[in-house]
Every structure is written in structure tokens, then in C-alpha cells.
Nanobody, 123 residues
Framework: QVQLVESGGGLVQAGGSLRLSCAASGPTFSSYAMGWFRQAPGKEREFVATISRYGYSSDYAIFVKGRFTIFRANAKNTLYLQMNSLEPEDTAVYYC????????????????WGQGTQVTVSS
């Protein structure tokens, strides 16, 4: 199985940018479609973005389209989430997740999860 470790979270002002990373170890990284999810205090975990095994396809939640970009570097076993124009509403713990098969927006279809990284956006 694959192990996932997120990094890159932190405190940023509204309008700023952050890049999250998710380092994967274990079997071949390119065997997995990947996703980013987030969970704010008192709210359910929600889908942010997903990308196919080789990065040819991706999908985004409507509230991040045009601001966030998901991409991966299979040679480095790493998934990324570039977040621009951050808003206070983006404050949450961000998780990366892996699944065999194609990309998916459903958290229930991901078998492997990282521990999360906190993103806080101040107004």
C-alpha cells in the first residue's frame, strides 16, 4: 500500500498563495489516481480536486476552479496543489488521498489518506 505525507500548509493572508505537497512512498505512484480534500472545523470533509494517474485528466470543485491547480510529478512520487487567490473560506485541514482506478470526486472511493496539513487564511 501507499503512504502519504502532506506538507506546505501554513498561515497566509487573503489573496495570497500556498503550494501543498503530498509525498508518496510504497508501490508505484503512477498506479494511483490522486485527490485533495479538505475539512473545516464543524464541517464535513469535502472534495477539492482530483487528477488521473498520469495527469492527463483533472477535475475541481466549483469553488476552487480558476484559483487552485492540481498536478503531479510521478518521477518524484509527489502530488501538488497550487492555491492562489486564497480566501478565509479556504481555511481547513487539507488531505491528499490515493485510489486505484480513475479519478474520483468521492472521498469514499479513496483507500489511502495522509494525515493532513493545516491551511489558515486570514482576512
Amino acid at each position: 500500500q501507499v503512504q502519504l505525507v502532506e506538507s506546505g500548509g501554513g498561515l497566509v493572508q487573503a489573496g495570497g498563495s500556498l503550494r501543498l505537497s503530498c509525498a508518496a512512498s510504497g508501490p508505484t505512484f503512477s498506479s494511483y489516481a490522486m485527490g485533495w480534500f479538505r475539512q473545516a472545523p464543524g464541517k464535513e470533509r469535502e472534495f477539492v480536486a482530483t487528477i488521473s494517474r498520469y495527469g492527463y485528466s483533472s477535475d475541481y470543485a466549483i469553488f476552487v476552479k480558476g484559483r487552485f491547480t492540481i498536478f503531479r510529478a510521478n518521477a518524484k512520487n509527489t502530488l501538488y496543489l497550487q492555491m492562489n487567490s486564497l480566501e478565509p473560506e479556504d481555511t481547513a485541514v487539507y488531505y491528499c488521498a490515493a485510489r486505484t482506478g480513475g479519478l474520483s470526486i468521492s472521498s469514499y472511493e479513496y483507500a489511502y489518506w495522509g494525515q493532513g496539513t493545516q491551511v489558515t487564511v486570514s482576512s
